[in-house]
């Protein structure tokens, strides 16, 4: 697998040979965004839709922003409504049908403060409403602990998805920040993990628990060099790949499925230990702004999605106070 430095450029979103032309002015849009320290994936996607967009236009001959209007953006914005994916032939999530017209909102508002348009045709494209779904998979306490057991850490690698498992349990990190820690973003002494340049490119840092400490320390002293010697320059990425370079998403995403799925649990990958540390801590007393800074999100209300998985504090609250429970087990018998 290549490394990010190394991956080829990505092929232009539409026909780049007229200046004025939606490819042309597609690609400097995205230049802009990469100088404004957009994530590679970010730009990945949004590279993504905009060519779908494009591509769009193009089948009716309309090549330029000016030729845009509103009523043909709202014919667009039906079109991602009634699409389906290609792998299953299922309709779009309403995140996915944002993020198809985000882009094209973000591209006309873009023009406009670049004087390629007098009016902006998307300014009052109405986005679908995105539902907030409680998250589906959350582990117990003993399920979570039976997939920690599942690596076999009498292996260098096993020793290594032990700690992988271990941190996302113990931080609940995205998966890409992860992927992207450094040795020197562990501190032992204090007990803390710096994340760097996180969701919305902003640094935090955060506790680790000591038991994920040691495992990484382990997987440090024990199993990295080997790894590290394979490749041969060792840029300081904590967790290396087989190949001794960095992980790649769907290695890491694979390689907790797969824990998952042989202890036998809820189906899921490294998002629900995300789910997991925040429903078992909220149901342990930690205040929902606590792990609003351990998740890293802006807003709060982000965060209070998981006060309604945390059930059982707010059972055995309502077991010991309502008036209707107190010395029901006394009545019962």
């Known amino acids: 697998m290549p ?180 040795l020197d973003d562990i501190d032992a002494v204090r007990g803390t993990l710096l994340i760097r340049e996180g969701k919305g490119k902003k640094d935090r840092m955060i506790p680790i628990g000591e038991r994920a400490l040691q495992w990484v320390q382990k997987y440090v002293d024990d199993s990295r060099p080997s790894l590290a010697a394979v490749a041969g320059d060792d840029d300081g990425t904590l967790f290396l790949s087989s190949w001794g370079g960095p992980l790649g998403d769907n290695t890491v995403t694979m390689l907790v499925r797969n824990y998952v799925n042989d202890a036998g649990v809820k189906k899921g990958a490294c998002h629900m230990f995300r789910h997991t540390m925040a429903t078992q801590m909220l149901e342990h007393g930690a205040d929902v702004r606590f792990i609003q800074a351990m998740l890293g999100h802006e807003d709060l209300s982000t965060t209070q999605i998981y006060t309604k998985v945390a059930i059982l504090k707010l059972k055995q609250v309502h077991s010991q106070t309502h008036p209707a429970e107190i010395g029901r087990g006394s009545d019962d018998k």
């Open 3 to 182: 490394r990010r430095s190394d991956r080829k450029p990505p092929p232009p979103v539409g026909d780049t040979t007229d200046p004025r032309g939606l490819g042309a002015l597609g690609e400097t849009f995205l230049r802009s965004l990469q100088e404004r320290h957009f994530s590679w994936r970010t730009l990945k996607n949004r590279r993504y839709d905009l060519a779908h967009f494009i591509a769009w236009l193009k089948d009716r001959d309309i090549h330029r922003p000016a030729d845009v209007t509103r009523e043909i953006l709202e014919r667009y914005r039906t079109h991602v409504f009634h699409e389906v994916r290609v792998r299953d032939q299922k309709p779009r999530s309403a995140e996915a049908q944002v993020a198809r017209l985000v882009v094209v909102k973000t591209l006309f508002a873009w023009l406009v403060r670049r004087n390629q348009l007098l009016a902006n045709p998307a300014s009052e494209l109405d986005l679908p409403k995105v539902p907030r779904r409680l998250p589906r998979n959350v582990l117990s306490v003993e399920e979570a602990e039976r997939v920690m057991a599942e690596p076999d850490v009498n292996e260098p690698l096993g020793v290594r998805n032990r700690a992988i498992l271990e941190v996302l349990y113990s931080t609940g990190m995205r998966r890409g920040e992860l992927i992207a820690l450094k």
